[in-house]
């Protein structure tokens, strides 16, 4: 092919690739516009659906579900006020009343919408020219609070340059420059706040009390003249009302009453330390709480269910209360007391107090305490403390389990139990009681030499030398008369176990709050140990010398001591609680128990307890003690205790008696044998 020919076909093709390119060119945009349609076309239907969808879900909402969403706002942007009911009566073992609940009228305050600070100052000074308010709780830190809000200016120059300098460089903070406001705000510029403002800041102080949007209480216990006059003069009260609360009645008076307990006001509120707990548990800030005692403890039982009311506002603004739950009165709660005994108790302790008051081998004896249980069950039959002061009797059945004294010998059952279950000293074994001698220190002995006892002996005339031998024999020591005592430290160890299976210097576990277990000794040398077994070196509490004594009388079962039984609902007297006896320890060594029950009763028929508890007409088991001790003068006054159960063959009571400073100068008779002997009587006569 020449060179003519291979020139033309070139042209060709070329030619050739230009028309199709050309028409490629021609094509093209036709393609994409279909492709942009149709693309266009879906998107328009998407954009349709999902229009129908919302515009079909507004319908749904505004229209078909119209009043559920009304409802619910409602729900969510409702405001509640709560209000307590009632609390629970407190009853003794047969129904008598403890406490009780009184109906009471208060005046309270809702704050109205949109009011403002001088509104309320205008109502605070108004009801202060009105109405009867105290300024029993009106400090002088509040009155400077009040110079700080009404004279802010002054209070402020009371600051000088310096700190304002320190106050804008950070080194001060707005609580240090009001701390110091408060710390320069003299009395004497408070001379000029007049009565009627204070009583006013008073009542203001109340109406800005934070309650969560509850009502305030302005005035407790106000009388019907002053309800009446209110009411007649609603219109100038803007947001005032009056409402029904119940306060606590006590139809005993003293008797009982610090163990019941206290119960806080509206104005009091929750108490600080249990605040965030309280809260927790749906409490209003401004609720009635039990704050001491059975009130305390079984708060969730007293307290009532609250009613609930949905709180709304009229077109003026004033607070409407509608009731959402209504509420019911709380559980009455059984206790374990016996009211006549314990009454009768008092009256004891009282009349012996008055008789000794010009007594001079009694002159520092004020106090004393007295519990009865039962052995079986734990139950706190008589709880009974007592001081004589200069202006009358006060009667604090907290002593029982709050105060602590050392006891001396009626703790010495528990120590001879120790020494039989431990193997230092046999059943019958003899010892002769006289006085020992350790090297360095005073002789040690009984309250006179009682020559060969046994065990049995050892308790019914208390002999402290018989203790010694045992306390020496447990710790390993060697006794040699006027030589050293060494001793095995783990001894008191060893003694604290076996007394707190008696309850002894450990919690009773009663149902009661702040219980103390008294003051245990530090300190270790062997003669401590000899003081140890004779009750003269740790101290007891009443509860815990009754926990004892029930112990002893129960064949060596300790249970956990209450003062409350169970609780009804009063409407129905259905029972919704109950405390059943709890069994805390039970000691191991039966026969050991039975010789420390027969040195108790021998105590009575031929010790030293025979003298008034042997004339009773059921036999009594018992263990006097007397135990070294000085007033807060430094002056020598013996305490006197007395542990014991009755009838001795079928234990019904077990009790303990406890009376610090009980003589002086010359050594008298233990009181607590007429104490007790004169307590047993109305039941045993």
């Not at 003249?225 to 609603?234: D, F, N, S």
């Not at 046999?426 to 009681?433: A, F, K, L, Q």
């Not at 209450?562 to 006896?581: G, I, L």
């Amino acid at each position: 092919m020449n060179k003519k020919t291979l020139v033309n076909r070139f042209r060709k093709n070329q030619s050739s690739s230009i028309r199709y390119g050309e028409i490629d060119q021609v094509t093209r945009p036709a393609d994409i516009q279909k492709s942009v349609t149709f693309r266009l076309q879906i998107f328009g239907v998407i954009i349709i659906v999902l229009m129908a969808t919302v515009l079909f879900r507004l319908y749904q909402v505004q229209v078909v579900d119209q009043q559920f969403y009304q409802n619910r706002l409602e729900i969510y942007t409702r405001r509640y006020q709560t209000v307590t009911t009632p609390r629970g009566e407190i009853k003794d073992r047969y129904g008598e009343i403890l406490v009780a609940n009184s109906e009471q009228l208060v005046i309270t305050y809702l704050p109205p919408l949109r009011v403002t600070d001088r509104e309320k100052w205008d109502l605070a000074y108004l009801f202060a020219e009105d109405f009867e308010v105290s300024m029993d709780n009106l400090r002088i830190r509040d009155l400077k609070d009040l110079f700080i809000m009404l004279h802010n200016d002054e209070a402020t120059r009371l600051i000088n340059d310096n700190e304002w300098d320190s106050y804008r460089a950070g080194q001060l903070s707005d609580n240090d420059i009001y701390l110091l406001k408060v710390d320069r705000i003299t009395e004497s510029m408070l001379v000029r706040f007049d009565d009627k403002t204070r009583r006013a800041f008073v009542v203001k102080q109340a109406m800005d009390m934070p309650t969560g949007g509850r009502e305030k209480v302005i005035k407790l216990d106000a009388s019907k003249t002053e309800v009446a006059y209110l009411i007649e003069h609603i219109n100038l009260y803007r947001g005032f009302n009056v409402a029904i609360n119940w306060s606590r009645d006590y139809p005993q008076g003293s008797t009982l009453r610090t163990i019941m307990g206290n119960v806080s006001t509206s104005q009091q509120g929750l108490p600080a330390e249990r605040l965030i707990s309280y809260l927790a548990l749906d409490y209003s800030r401004n609720e009635n709480v039990g704050t001491s005692g059975i009130e305390l403890k079984y708060e969730d039982v007293l307290r009532g269910a609250r009613s609930v009311y949905s709180l709304n506002y009229d077109t003026e603004g004033i607070g409407l209360l509608n009731t959402v739950i209504e509420g019911s009165k709380g559980y009455d709660v059984i206790t374990t007391f016996d009211l006549g005994w314990q009454l009768h108790a008092e009256e004891v302790a009282k009349r012996i107090l008055e008789t000794n008051i010009n007594n001079v081998n009694r002159k520092y004896m004020d106090k004393m305490y007295f519990v009865i249980t039962e052995p079986q069950t734990g139950d706190v039959l008589v709880a009974l403390g007592v001081r004589r002061t200069s202006s009358g009797y006060i009667v604090d059945s907290t002593m029982t389990y709050t105060d602590a004294m050392v006891v001396g010998s009626s703790i010495k059952g528990a120590t001879v139990y120790m020494g039989l279950a431990e193997n230092v000293i046999r059943e019958g074994e003899v010892i002769r009681d006289e006085p020992i001698k350790i090297r360095d220190t005073e002789l040690k002995k009984s309250h006179r030499n009682l020559g060969l006892l046994n065990d049995l002996g050892a308790l019914s005339m208390s002999s402290n030398v018989y203790m010694f031998h045992i306390a020496m024999r447990l710790g390993g020591a060697n006794y040699e008369y006027d030589g050293p005592l060494r001793i095995n430290l783990n001894a008191f160890n060893v003694m604290r176990n076996y007394y707190s299976q008696f309850g002894l210097g450990t919690n009773t576990l009663i149902d009661l709050p702040n219980e103390q277990t008294g003051y245990k000794g530090a300190a270790n040398l062997g003669g401590h140990l000899l003081d140890f077994a004779i009750g003269q070196y740790d101290t007891y509490t009443t509860v815990q010398m009754a926990q004892y004594a029930a112990t002893v009388a129960n064949n060596g079962v300790r249970l956990k001591l209450r003062t409350v039984k169970e609780a009804y609902q009063s409407s129905t007297d259905f029972m919704v609680y109950q405390n059943s006896p709890e069994i805390l320890s039970v000691l191991s060594n039966d026969s050991a128990i039975r010789r420390v029950q027969q040195g108790f009763r021998l105590c009575v028929t031929d010790g030293l307890c025979r003298s008034q508890l042997n004339v009773l007409k059921v036999p009594v088991a018992a263990k006097t003690g007397t135990a070294e001790s000085v007033t807060l003068d430094g002056y020598s006054s013996p305490n006197s205790s007395l542990v014991g159960y009755a009838p001795y063959n079928n234990p019904e009571v077990a009790f303990a008696c406890a009376v610090p400073n009980a003589w002086n100068d010359k050594q008298q008779t233990n009181i607590c044998l007429q104490i007790a002997a004169e307590i047993l009587k109305y039941r045993y006569e």
